[in-house]
């Protein structure tokens, strides 16, 4: 597989279950990124990890707890989420910290919350 | 704070050109990207842009002005599969990890 994959592509849970988002890139890239899209509003940047370090916690709820386990995979452990939380979850990657430092989009998570 | 504006829509017709414009107002800036988004898609690169002036990539051209905090994205002899939603983002000089991205612009093409 090439570029920057997520499973799953769908999910449902409810309001007390526990859940992972896992994203994982094939690039070589050493930066991370969770971020929420929601319906007319803009991208929102959640977590960023550079070199399996996190780096940038935006005020993200800590029912959404991020896990970089090396610097090709990296997941978002949910729980106890509230229906405001459905949205889709979109995780990047990037070369670092160096160049045009472009980003590179997985298809996303498009997640419910009944 | 970062304030990034963008219009919400356009629309277009086929084969024309449009400009696709975006402001900003960030604390510090180290360049501007377009991307690409079509619906139920993730976001691809368009392009990117650090010092003033015009970058071009075929049929695409992304235009910056620092000192005014505007950039626009000119798309020529627009196709129908170009009709999505176009973002702006900018990476602040103090964190080139992070970026702020618009709401973006939906662009409609019709025949």
């Known amino acids: 597989e090439t570029g920057v994959t997520q499973t799953p592509r769908h999910l449902v849970m409810g309001m007390t279950n526990k859940k992972s988002l896992k994203c994982e890139q094939h690039?070589?890239?050493?930066?991370m990124y969770w971020y929420k899209q929601s319906a007319k509003k803009p991208l929102e940047l959640m977590f960023v990890y550079s070199l399996e370090e996190r780096v940038e916690n935006n005020s993200v709820p800590s029912r959404f707890s991020p896990e970089c386990p090396n610097s090709s995979h990296l997941f978002l452990h949910l729980h106890t989420l509230q229906p405001e939380d459905s949205a889709l979850y979109l995780c990047?990657?990037?070369?670092?910290?160096?160049?045009?430092?472009?980003?590179?989009f997985g298809p996303g998570t498009r997640l419910t919350v009944l | 704070g970062q304030n990034i504006d963008q219009p919400t829509e356009m629309t277009a017709t086929e084969g024309a050109i449009v400009q696709i414009n975006c402001t900003y107002q960030t604390s510090g800036f180290n360049g501007l990207f377009w991307y690409q988004q079509h619906a139920g898609e993730a976001p691809t690169f368009l392009s990117y842009?650090?010092?003033?002036g015009l970058e071009e990539k075929g049929r695409f051209s992304s235009f910056l002005s620092r000192s005014k905090g505007y950039s626009y994205l000119l798309l020529k002899e627009l196709q129908m599969k170009d009709s999505a939603s176009y973002l702006c983002a900018v990476a602040p000089i103090y964190n080139f990890n992070k970026f702020y991205f618009g709401s973006g612009t939906k662009l409609n093409v019709k025949p």
């Open positions: 990047a990657s990037s070369p670092g910290t160096s160049g045009s430092n472009e980003q590179f």
């Open positions: 690039l070589g890239h050493n930066a």
């Open positions: 842009n650090v010092l003033d």
